[in-house]
């Protein structure tokens, strides 16, 4: 009798665990990349936008952002020793990269380019960047950008919101790269922080019957900060994409969304704007 109350037991209990393995397979896990560091040297983690936000586990990692930069972190040990932490970070395209973090006396690597990798997982944050052509290198996307930056502001379409506004001051093209420059006007006395900035091709209205498609488009640069911005104040940020058309069917939203709260904005753009992109060469 006692063996077959046993035998019962473990059935019920093997239930139990099939049912939570197959509560898990709704989820998908983003896998941790591995840090080592130690508290005399600095580990520099470049990533390919700039940061957004950081998040450390615990106070046994020092972090800082060196002073003049937006995607570059730094990071050393509080302390020997101590027990194994982890860091988060979002860059500004909406990724997020984490990391579980040691101690060890001899770190491998004290410089480190994250987001280089390929994964089979389509939503990794490791994802490899859209592939341009060989003359699309960052730093001539960074040339292009900052000779747009410094161009005279070409008007055009804006969002107001709550005192916010979002402007679109210009559409150019360079080698097959479409860069946006895009201003954010804070009007308010409240700072506006920025959660994140999406491209996306959307269907135009239909039914209610038909289902609708979003296509998310990921940026390979990004030039200038908006990360918060301060209040009476303006940001500017030039947003470098592959370049694309859009059928009649569809259109192109610009949308910011600000961190914990609702003033978001949104720019709806046709394939007749894009097709207005001028031409900026990228000699001097």
Same mark, same amino acid.
């Given at each position: 009798?006692?063996?077959?109350?046993?035998?019962? /037991?473990? +059935?019920?209990?093997?239930? *139990?665990? *099939?049912?939570? *393995?197959?509560?898990?397979?709704?989820?998908? *896990?983003?896998?941790?990349?591995? &840090?080592?560091?130690?508290?005399?040297?600095?580990?520099?983690?470049?990533?390919?936008?700039?940061? $957004?936000?950081?998040?450390?586990?615990?106070? @046994?990692?020092?972090? $800082?952002?060196?002073?003049?930069? /937006?995607?570059?972190?730094?990071?050393?040990?509080?302390?020997?020793?101590?027990?194994?932490?982890?860091?988060?970070?979002?860059?500004?395209?909406?990724?997020?990269?984490?990391?579980?973090? @040691?101690?060890?006396?001899?770190?491998? $690597?004290?410089?480190?380019?994250?987001?280089?990798?390929?994964?089979?997982?389509?939503?990794?944050?490791?994802?490899?960047?859209?592939?341009?052509?060989?003359?699309?290198? /960052?730093?001539?996307?960074?040339?292009?950008?900052?000779?747009?930056? /410094?161009?005279?502001?070409?008007?055009?379409?804006?969002?107001?919101?709550?005192?916010?506004?979002?402007?679109?001051?210009? +559409?150019?093209?360079?080698?097959?790269?479409?860069?946006?420059? &895009?201003?954010?006007?804070?009007?308010?006395?409240?700072?506006?922080?920025?959660?994140?900035?999406?491209?996306?091709?959307?269907?135009?209205?239909?039914?209610?019957?038909? !289902?609708?498609?979003?296509?998310?488009?990921?940026?390979?640069?990004?030039?200038?900060?908006?990360?918060?911005? $301060?209040?009476?104040?303006? !940001?500017?940020?030039?947003?470098?994409?592959?370049?694309?058309? &859009?059928? @009649?069917?569809?259109?192109?939203?610009?949308?910011?969304?600000?961190?914990?709260?609702?003033?978001? &904005?949104?720019?709806?753009?046709?394939?007749?704007?894009?097709?207005? !992109?001028?031409? +900026?060469?990228?000699?001097?």
């Amino acid at each position: 009798m006692k063996c077959k109350c046993v035998f019962i /037991e473990a +059935i019920i209990l093997a239930l *139990f665990a *099939f049912k939570s *393995f197959a509560q898990n397979e709704n989820y998908s *896990f983003i896998p941790s990349e591995h &840090l080592t560091i130690i508290y005399n040297k600095t580990t520099n983690l470049i990533f390919p936008f700039s940061v $957004q936000s950081i998040d450390r586990g615990s106070k @046994d990692i020092l972090v $800082q952002q060196p002073k003049g930069t /937006e995607n570059i972190v730094q990071i050393k040990a509080d302390k020997p020793n101590f027990i194994q932490t982890n860091l988060s970070v979002i860059t500004i395209d909406g990724k997020l990269y984490s990391f579980t973090v @040691d101690y060890t006396p001899q770190p491998s $690597q004290l410089n480190i380019i994250v987001g280089k990798k390929n994964d089979s997982v389509s939503d990794s944050v490791f994802k490899e960047p859209v592939m341009l052509s060989s003359a699309n290198n /960052e730093a001539l996307l960074q040339s292009v950008a900052q000779k747009i930056s /410094e161009t005279k502001v070409a008007h055009g379409k804006k969002d107001k919101h709550n005192q916010m506004e979002l402007h679109l001051n210009g +559409i150019y093209i360079n080698h097959d790269v479409l860069y946006f420059r &895009l201003q954010l006007k804070n009007n308010s006395n409240v700072s506006y922080d920025v959660n994140r900035i999406g491209f996306s091709i959307r269907d135009k209205q239909k039914s209610k019957r038909t !289902a609708t498609q979003e296509m998310e488009v990921q940026p390979v640069y990004s030039y200038g900060s908006f990360t918060t911005v $301060q209040g009476k104040s303006s !940001a500017t940020c030039i947003i470098a994409l592959p370049k694309f058309t &859009l059928p @009649d069917s569809k259109y192109l939203s610009v949308q910011i969304l600000e961190k914990d709260s609702g003033r978001n &904005l949104n720019l709806t753009l046709k394939n007749r704007h894009i097709m207005q !992109a001028k031409i +900026i060469s990228d000699s001097n």
